[in-house]
């Protein structure tokens, strides 16, 4: 240990001297810095691939080929590309909208009647459909059933049919999103339905009336669930359809990789710009509702 003299003429270990203690408004707030860079730690990881493929979409090929984050030259013709060589691309994004808003329509309604009946309507056997329900998050169904909706679908002759693609979407979907609008309506207490059933509500109005406007935050959240899963969902959409015309945007991207040959890597960030765009800004508009009902569900269990 080192010594040495201070003001007074005495002499202390160097240790004492150099050391201070930390600032008061660091001790104060330490969980919070730790809980915010690990938070800031998390959301660079997110972000910066997603940042990258943004600027390798802009880059000119020569920029492409160096490291560097920030293009040169930006190149804005790699969107006009990818919709030249791709003839369909129109008509694929457009199959991934009908398909997804179809099938976040149709199960969040399924769900919404489920989840009222389970909670509200007590039928005999409602346990039992919510064991099914949890029992059936634990099999990997789609591709354990892939071959059994394969054949269910050409026995319904929805094969190649981007149609036929809802329906099994949808199927495989519902069991959470059920699960999730019971927690949901679990929420509301049963004074409140009593009430409006006492007051001469039906059933379908006291549903309209007073239990979805106090589950519309359950409702964001399998929205978001729902349109994530159907927006990229591949293996079904290649089992169940051949024509490319007929395919969604997931499909058709896995083919643009497949042929790197010709697509330069910008070309490709294009593409990949253009199939995750949709959801983020789903998820952009709805965050707020999506954690708070997420919440409800958390403070619930």
């Known amino acids: 240990m080192t010594f040495e003299a201070v003001h007074d003429g005495s002499v202390v270990p160097r240790q004492a001297v150099t050391s201070r203690p930390a600032p008061s408004w660091f001790r104060e707030n330490r969980g919070a810095i730790v809980r915010h860079g690990i938070i800031i730690f998390f959301m660079v990881i997110i972000l910066l691939p997603l940042a990258w493929v943004l600027m390798m979409s802009v880059k000119s090929l020569p920029d492409s080929m160096r490291g560097d984050f920030w293009p040169q030259h930006f190149d804005f013709t790699h969107y006009s590309y990818v919709f030249e060589r791709i003839v369909t691309l129109p008509i694929n994004l457009w199959n991934s909208i009908y398909v997804t808003a179809s099938t976040v329509l149709i199960t969040t309604a ?85 009430a409006a059933r006492i007051d001469g509500a039906g059933h379908w109005r006291t549903l309209w009336m007073v239990g979805l406007p106090m589950v519309r935050n359950g409702l964001v959240v399998i929205f978001i669930v729902n349109f994530v899963t159907a ?14 015309a007929k395919r969604t945007m997931p499909v ?28 983020i800004l789903a998820f952009t508009f709805a965050q707020k509702l999506f954690f708070k009902g997420l919440a409800e569900g958390v403070v619930k269990g």
Request: aromatic share 10%; hydrophobic share 55%.
């Open 252 to 279: 058709v991207l896995a083919a643009a990789q497949g042929g790197q040959g010709y697509w330069a890597w910008p070309n490709l960030a294009a593409v990949y710009v253009i199939v995750v765009t949709p959801g």
């Open 231 to 244: 927006w990229g969902e591949y293996l079904l959409c290649l089992t169940l359809v051949d024509d490319e």
């Open 110 to 194: 399924c769900a919404v009647l489920a989840g009222y009946s389970l909670v509200h309507l007590r039928p005999h056997g409602a346990g039992v459909v919510v064991a099914v329900l949890l029992m059936s998050l634990y099999f990997p169904v789609r591709v354990v059933s892939l071959i059994s909706i394969y054949e269910t679908q050409h026995w319904l002759g929805l094969i190649n049919n981007t149609s036929g693609l809802i329906l099994p979407y949808v199927t495989l979907q519902l069991a959470i999103s059920v699960l999730i609008m019971r927690s949901m309506f679990q929420l509301v207490p049963h004074e409140m339905i009593e």
